[in-house]
């Protein structure tokens, strides 16, 4: 039987109870939240960070904070010799992630992160290997509705410090995560446009991004419109993918894909279920692995970087 806390009960919490809780051979053991509201009647022991690291019991953290406080307590899991899985945005910065990795591999740790949409990728295209795409030209297009407020009101997620980005960083993460899959390191964003509903907290984005294979990718990012939408196209040279709200379409090596939709809730159990493979010996953390986040990070990098930029009209000179 594998121990687990949850750390955060926020949305991420809860939906990381849902799915620990369904799968046979997990205990959740702790669940923390300064609210003590937030975990009223939730069925699970509550207890305190300092009672999660002290416990030798409790193997696995789930790390579900905001990414303000987040990386000093994913980083004192892994020094108390806990296994991590870490929410997204996978780190504030590179130097974040990089320390993080750093860290989990000194303490001889595994350090995992919640990108489930991951699993939505067929086994051909999950082995990372970006010259598959080379040269390739792909678009982005995000849509996920949220009310003014979501942003702006107070709260960490009007604060830059706490939020680390907004509608980009949090909703359309999970997508930009599956292009650097394909496509591998990025190595330019341009902007194209921004709108922020708070300082370094953007509701609408559009940019375009050149990634170290050659290959170009086209995003925008809105949390604007009523529409919910999520669908990635790459076009290779002859290898073409594409992912719609969750269900694959494509032709790679001379062979059809088409594959439904599965719940985000099935997608989070199988990330679950590698990392506690990888935890008991039976089998290896590949497709959660916190280091295959490096990609994603860099883009969102680039992303913060860069300031709102002044409209152009079409014919100024």
């Known amino acids: ?23 046979a051979g997990v205990t959740v053991a702790r669940v923390v939240d ?16 300092e009672s999660v690291l002290a416990d030798e019991r409790i193997e696995v953290v789930a790390v579900c904070l905001p ?38 591999a000194a303490a001889g740790v595994l350090s995992a992160v919640m990108f489930q949409h991951r699993f939505a990728l067929p086994p051909v295209l999950r082995s990372g290997t970006p010259e598959r795409f080379a040269g390739a030209a792909a678009t ?17 997620r009007s604060l830059p ?3 680390a980005g907004g509608v980009v960083a949090h909703l359309g993460v999970h997508y930009l995560d599956l292009a650097c899959q394909l496509l591998g390191t990025p190595v ?11 300082p370094s907290i953007d509701v609408r984005l559009s940019c375009s991004v050149g990634f170290a294979n050659g290959a170009e990718l086209t995003a925008m990012i809105t949390s604007r419109s009523a529409l919910r939408l999520e669908h990635l196209t790459v076009a290779g040279a002859g290898d073409w993918f594409e992912l719609r709200d969750g269900a694959a379409h494509g032709e790679v090596d001379g062979v059809r894909i088409a594959e ?16 506690l493979a990888a935890v008991r010996g039976e089998g290896p953390l590949d497709l959660a692995a916190l280091g295959r986040s490096r990609g994603v990070t860099a883009l969102l990098d680039g992303v913060r970087a860069q300031p709102s930029l002044p409209a152009a009209r079409i014919g100024d000179r």
């Open 140 to 156: 982005l297009m995000v849509s996920r509705h949220r009310p003014p407020a979501h942003y702006a009101s107070p709260g960490w």
């Open 188 to 198: 330019e964003v341009r902007l194209a446009h921004r709108e922020d509903a708070a």
């Open 34 to 49: 300064t609210d003590p509201a937030a975990t009223r009647g939730i069925g699970a022991p509550v207890g305190s960070v």
């Open 161 to 163: 410090d706490e939020a």
């Open 260 to 275: 439904p939709r599965r719940a985000a809730g099935e997608l989070r159990g199988q990330v679950y279920r590698e990392v």
């Open 67 to 104: 990414p303000g406080p987040r990386g000093a307590v994913v980083s004192a899991c892994q020094s108390a010799g806990k296994h991590v899985i870490v929410e997204k945005p996978p780190a504030r910065t590179g130097a974040e992630l990089e320390f993080l990795l750093a860290n989990g």
């Open 1 to 23: 039987m594998t121990e687990l806390a949850i750390i955060g009960y926020g949305n991420a919490g809860r939906q990381h109870l849902a799915a620990a809780g369904a799968m």
